[in-house]
């Protein structure tokens, strides 16, 4: 029995099923299978990469509110905007779940379990956990500037959704790189150190774009502004080098996502535009609101890109069986 | 005690009677009428409803090899029911589960049609049954339940082979093995089928035919396959996966790079708020 390759322990140079070696079998084995894909593509659409952007958007606003003074001489007029943001996502992104899975009551199937070896169900669970305090905040802040009765504030103590918002906000911002990451398709399983820091990078980048745009049509405070163009710009450029920094690690297997028309776009929309684009602009001392709302937009649209380009390069990786034959550990 | 398959494929004569069997009892729909061009396959893939696949591969001896050589491989294919499976622990409604059988089966009537298992499976087994599917007359039914759901919404269900949950639950044996005319695919006890598929190799070992097990053992992160074949060539060329990995392997690396980056843009955060003026 002992002469029977395949009852050997695991090759040393890495595991894998049989025949590791090699041997004894004819040198002209042809190397795929007629060319035809061995993985099956995602069948995500426009739904799951707008989920992906919004969500993005949400957990990084979370962070703003957790992390903004709420006083009124530094940065309460970026709380009170970020709270509203927040609320107006947490309702857009189960609806945009829910237009991808068909009917509403599917939703409710993603409800029955917790799984956390699943980071799908985990963050449907996170998405419920932000959501909750977002409406208390919301209507804490709505109470505050007087738009619902004055006791309700008193219901909806900021210290304790502040701390929910930031800590499940940037769960959020995470966990959809960790959910790509976590699955068979060779450019995003060899991403599993990049693309969720992308994730959270790119999430913020766009939050604090997002807020600046609405801060600065509202008239929020210059100061307030400054700071978020200043923020926005270190998540930006954390974000370009992770994206470089992935690039290089992925070689051949990052193909899909780099090169081609793809990687065109992917240059043209969220490194040029959304990335070095809005930190000229943001770093330029005139220009006023319609500044910001130009740099705000160009960050925005490269994020959507950034999110759109990793969704349709997956479904080209997994069209590489080379790629997937010997998949990344 | 897990029940699966020995896929034996120095046996397979390609008669594609699992793939008619399968189709047959499941009450899944024909896959059209399309040529490929590859050999005898024009299945080509396992699919949402495709849930056996013979595969064909005519090779040819290289010009200096006497043409004894050459080979003809077939192989029927299918969902390998891994031990450690990524579309189960991918799937977030528990719609995949284990039965009692040790199998992997999807329970169409809880699954929401996210898709989430159709990339978290190493092998590319399982498919989404979209709305277009069913559009073109290509949906099913289970249990002699029509899936509703599927039916009207565009998510659709995933599909893949069931290892006949139903014909074991009544002690018959599943529907591909049962019309196999060769014995190439034979469905047991794993263990059991393990110890006859050492011995095969040994068999064949002595005929000067080389021969290994493919996912028999517990080499990778998937773990043993209760669905594990015999093979000739490198797995490769039968569109298996030289080196499968779980995917939720890379979750710890995944989450850790999330929480650094993370913590490195609050701590920014932090300092810009507070000190910038």
């Not at chain 1, 739904?47 to 509110?65: A, K, N, P």
């Not at chain 1, 992935?246 to 051949?252: E, I, L, N, T, V």
């Not at chain 2, 559009?135 to 509703?148: E, I, K, P, V, W």
Request: hydrophobic content about 40%.
């Amino acid at each position: 029995m002992s002469d029977v390759k395949s009852v050997q322990p695991p090759q040393p140079d890495g595991a894998r099923f049989g025949a590791s070696s090699g041997e004894g079998l004819p040198a002209h084995a042809p190397a795929t299978y007629y060319e035809r894909p061995l993985l099956k593509k995602p069948h995500w659409e426009w739904e799951v990469v707008t989920y992906l952007f919004m969500g993005g958007i949400m957990g990084g606003t979370g962070m703003l509110v957790a992390l903004a003074d709420d006083t009124p001489e530094r940065e309460a007029d970026l709380a009170r905007s970020a709270r509203y943001i927040a609320l107006v996502l947490a309702a857009a992104c189960p609806a945009i779940l829910i237009k991808h899975l068909g009917r509403p009551e599917r939703f409710l199937n993603m409800l029955r379990i917790f799984k956390l070896k699943s980071p799908m169900s985990l963050g449907v669970w996170a998405l419920i956990a932000f959501s909750s305090p977002a409406a208390v905040a919301a209507a804490g802040q709505a109470s505050r500037d007087g738009l619902l009765p004055g006791w309700i504030a008193k219901l909806a103590p900021r210290p304790v959704s502040n701390l929910l918002q930031g800590a499940f906000g940037a769960f959020i911002a995470g966990y959809t790189g960790v959910l790509v990451s976590a699955t068979a398709i060779p450019i995003w399983a060899c991403g599993k150190r990049h693309i969720p820091g992308v994730s959270v990078c790119s999430g913020l980048a766009s939050a604090c774009a997002l807020n600046a745009a609405v801060l600065a049509l509202t008239g929020g405070s210059q100061r307030t502004l400054r700071k978020l163009e200043l923020l926005e710009l270190v998540a930006s450029i954390s974000e370009a080098a992770i994206l470089e920094s992935f690039r290089r690690h992925a070689g051949s297997i990052g193909d899909p996502m780099f090169r081609g028309k793809r990687g065109d776009k992917l240059r043209t929309f969220t490194l040029f535009g959304g990335i070095i684009g809005a930190s000229v602009l943001n770093l330029l001392p005139f220009g006023g609101k319609a500044k910001t709302v130009l740099a705000s937009t160009l960050t925005l649209v490269g994020g959507y890109v950034l999110r759109e380009t990793i969704i349709e390069s997956g479904k080209a990786s997994a069209d590489d069986p080379r790629a997937a034959s010997r998949q990344p550990e | 005690m897990a029940s699966g398959f020995f896929t034996d494929t120095t046996l397979c004569i390609g008669c594609k009677a699992c793939e008619v069997a399968c189709k047959q009892w499941n009450q899944l729909p024909a896959d059209g009428y399309e040529f490929s061009g590859n050999s005898y396959d024009n299945t080509m893939a396992l699919g949402g409803t495709t849930w056996r696949h013979v595969a064909f591969v005519e090779q040819a001896a290289p010009p200096e090899a006497p043409p004894t050589d050459t080979k003809w491989l077939m192989m029927s294919d299918v969902c390998k029911h891994c031990t450690n499976a990524g579309c189960l622990e991918a799937c977030p409604t528990g719609a995949i589960v284990r039965n009692e059988f040790d199998d992997v089966f999807v329970q169409p009537d809880v699954c929401n049609g996210c898709g989430y298992c159709v990339p978290s499976c190493p092998f590319g087994v399982v498919d989404l049954i979209t709305h277009a599917d069913y559009d073109a007359g290509r949906g099913f039914s289970l249990d002699g339940r029509t899936n509703d759901d599927a039916t009207q919404s565009r998510g659709g269900v995933a599909g893949k082979c069931t290892l006949c949950y139903d014909r074991q639950k009544v002690g018959l044996v599943p529907a591909c093995a049962k019309a196999c005319p060769t014995d190439s695919i034979q469905f047991g006890d794993v263990a059991e089928l393990q110890a006859r598929a050492k011995k095969r190799v040994e068999t064949l070992q002595a005929r000067g035919v080389e021969s290994y097990l493919y996912g028999a053992d517990d080499g990778t992160s998937v773990g043993k396959l209760n669905a594990f074949f015999l093979l000739t060539e490198k797995p490769e060329a039968y569109n298996l996966p030289e080196r499968p990995v779980l995917p939720s392997t890379r979750q710890p690396a995944g989450y850790l790079t999330a929480t650094f980056a993370g913590a490195w843009l609050a701590v920014a955060a932090f300092f810009i708020f507070k000190f910038r003026t």
